[in-house]
């Protein structure tokens, strides 16, 4: 393994892991989770061996935590693979004796296994979290200060293909909620919405950020794709409601139902969650929503979908607007009678 080095931020974590640095130990901690959390699926996604990884990567949690189970198996060697990967989730609640016990694995390394500890406000005056920021990676992730959060804005957008003037960006920064989990779901909404290399201004931020307080209509594409009939009545209800246009709705499920083929159809292949993310056009922290969706039906069930929603848009060319939204009202009912798998 390399020579250690001491506290990264995030990023530059990032730059090291793919630059292929190897450390024993690594520490994530902090305040801000949603960095955290991405930042830790990616970590254990890239460290994980791609040979037996079942086999070769092991989660606890610190609040069920089994010290004897786990120095067995940090101390086995790896089944049909060069390493094995060991992570600790929630490692702030590890106790002070466990903490102690726990310092000879950072006393005693072992030479085929890496350890991975991921918590909120970790007491770095114990010497096991010291030790393994010494002898590792420790990366701690903190809430950004107001200024901070244009650039992380920009940068954020730029990874799902978004180009957002100085106007949008402040919109946005006001407008989204007070963390960048809402941050990054609102991105989410405007990626989905616009399109990639579609150039997003201070209106558009307003009409998809803050112009649907009551009725989501992402929140309603989600309890179709889980076929939540009721759910999906009222949403769409609040939606129209607010005044959405059928014509949107109606666009922003078929967009939806692409995504979920596209998901169903990738999940059969060998990739990192990161690697599906970006193929389906989704942000990886997104991901499990959009494979719960897609396991709920078999393929020909969403085409099936699909054809009902080519159907409703060519009556809605030539259907009143409030005969639109009666028609939309069948369409999401039909589509939410599609039956589950099993």
Known sequence: MTRPATRKGPEELRREVEGGAKVPFYLLHGEEDYEREATSTWLVDKLAPETAREFNLEVFHADQFSLERFLDLYYSYPMLAAHRLVVIKGCQQLTADHCRSLETVVDKPAETTVLVAIGAKVDLRRRFFQQLAKKGRAAEFRPPF?????????????????????????????????????????????????????????????????????????????????RQRAKAGQLLRSLLDQGEEPSRVLWMIHRHFQLLLKAQDLMRQRLSKEELAGKIGISPFFLDRYLEQARVCQPIQLWEGMGALLWADDKLKSTAHRQGEALLELLVWRLCIVPKVG
Do not use: C
């Open 146 to 226: 107001d200024n901070q959060l244009p650039q992380w804005i920009q940068r954020h957008a730029t990874q799902r293909g978004l180009k957002l003037d100085g106007e949008a960006v402040e919109r946005l920064r006001r407008g989204a909620g007070p963390g960048l989990r809402e941050l990054a779901g609102e991105l989410e909404k405007l990626s989905l919405y616009a399109g990639e290399g579609t150039k997003i201004t201070g209106e558009l931020v307003d009409l998809v950020v803050g112009g649907q307080p009551q009725g989501d209509i992402f929140a309603l594409t989600h309890a179709i794709g889980m």
